[in-house]
């Protein structure tokens, strides 16, 4: 029993020193918090839209501390916009715009999404503002449709700046007149337009540590970004091809090679190839034109240009046909674009290289037609005079002979007898006998 107990006893003490082992060792650690970063470099668009709104999906399912979107972009739809706004004021992830870095900016929609955010932050040298709605796709808008498309807007700024506490008399400023602000007048203004600067993405968690949010439904949330780990949500491929198809200079390089594609499809029937890619290029550029401020009447002089390359096969004009179609081709490519926005606008750098490549490429298909026309038949009954032969039967003035010609045998008479191996060429066709004489 002796020997029982201490062996007991030994079991207990060992027990009781894990026991206090255990109570001295320290937990596993809280899991450290979670923000998603993501880069918005481009015109607000449908494609960019969703990217911004698959990410803070995917920061509300992770249960994220922040979602922090670093924006430069010279504007956009403001559909797609509202869109965003809707999704960002519904999520359950608080959300920081930060307009960064140095030297670059948040105009237009991209000032709709900064003053909606849960925290707008600037970097130094950058501005925001300039928001005066702009009618894509189409002619400018008349005085009447401009100004009330103009107090829409100004309502919603006012809406979203009244709600996240920000200047609502400067935010509908930025609508009505365009007025744009630099990162310390959006700072300094009472109440400012936003909430701090700062140099970079990890300063920008340094500074949000510990302070406290208010979300647009009115609840607060105290952000913890300290020792946060970051996850970087990249664009996918699609998203990638689709926003660089939305550049105006790739939508006018689409729009010119489907017209052209589609020409000489037109031009040169069953060529197959040319139609395909013109077809695909043209949805492509449609796509992307929809987006984008288009001047209808750049269009119609593109179309017009590219006629008239196609009737100097027809008419006879010495050269003006093309010298307009060529001016034609490039005033409507320089006014294609009706932005005020540089981004949006196409580059003379870009337009030119293709202007001239067109044109080069259309003078050279029509001086090849013109060469087609001029050239005689080669087929039919037009493609046999002129054509030269060779007697393979004595003719004579009573009697058809034989002639070869092309390669084929022929009945044949002629005016005068001509014997075999009588080189002849062919005068006339009187049904299926041809007429010849001496060459």
Request: aromatic share 4%.
């Amino acid at each position: 029993m002796t020997r029982a107990s201490s062996g007991l006893g030994a079991v207990l003490l060992v027990g009781l020193s894990v026991g206090a082992a255990a109570l001295q060792t320290p937990g596993p650690s809280a899991t450290a918090p979670i923000v998603y970063l993501a880069e918005v470099d481009n015109a607000i668009h449908p494609v960019s839209a969703e990217y911004m709104i698959q990410t803070m999906a995917r920061a509300d399912a992770a249960g994220a501390a922040l979602v922090v979107f670093t924006l430069r972009t010279p504007g956009g739809l403001v559909d797609s916009t509202r869109d965003i706004i809707t999704h960002m004021l519904a999520a359950k992830t608080p959300i920081a715009v930060f307009v960064g870095p140095a030297g670059g900016r948040a105009a237009s929609a991209g000032f709709m999404l900064t003053i909606a955010a849960d925290v707008a932050a600037m970097a130094p040298g950058t501005h925001i503002g300039a928001a005066h709605p702009v009618q894509p796709g189409a002619e400018p808008m008349d005085e009447t449709m401009s100004r009330k498309a103009a107090e829409d807007v100004a309502a919603y700024v006012r809406t979203l700046a009244s709600g996240r506490g920000r200047n609502v008399a400067l935010s509908e400023l930025a609508v009505n007149e365009s007025r744009a602000f630099t990162e310390q007048e959006a700072l300094s203004a009472s109440p400012p337009l936003v909430d701090l600067l700062a140099t970079d993405v990890p300063d920008l968690l340094a500074k949000l540590d510990g302070r406290v949010v208010k979300r647009f439904d009115g609840t607060e949330v105290t952000l913890a970004t300290a020792g946060a780990s970051t996850v970087t949500v990249e664009m996918t491929q699609r998203q990638r091809v689709l926003s660089a198809i939305a550049n105006p200079n790739i939508a006018f390089m689409l729009l010119s090679l489907g017209i052209l594609g589609l020409t000489i499809e037109l031009w040169s029937p069953g060529a197959i190839l040319p139609g395909i890619v013109g077809g695909v290029s043209l949805l492509l550029a449609f796509f992307a034109l929809q987006m984008l401020p288009v001047n209808y009447a750049g269009v119609l002089l593109i179309l017009l240009g590219l006629l008239l390359l196609g009737l100097e096969i027809k008419v006879t004009s010495y050269g003006m046909l093309t010298v307009g179609g060529i001016i034609s081709l490039l005033f409507g490519s320089m006014i294609l674009i009706d932005a005020p926005e540089p981004e949006l606008q196409l580059s003379p750098r870009f337009v030119l290289p293709v202007v001239v490549g067109f044109s080069v490429i259309g003078i050279v298909l029509v001086r090849l037609g013109i060469a087609a026309l001029r050239k005689g038949a080669v087929s039919g009954q037009e493609g046999m005079l002129g054509a030269a032969g060779e007697v393979l039967r004595d003719i004579s003035a009573e009697r058809a002979g034989q002639v070869r010609v092309k390669g084929e045998i022929w009945r044949a008479t002629a005016p005068e007898p001509l014997p075999v191996g009588t080189p002849v060429r062919v005068t006339g066709i009187d049904g299926l006998t041809l007429v010849v004489q001496k060459r």
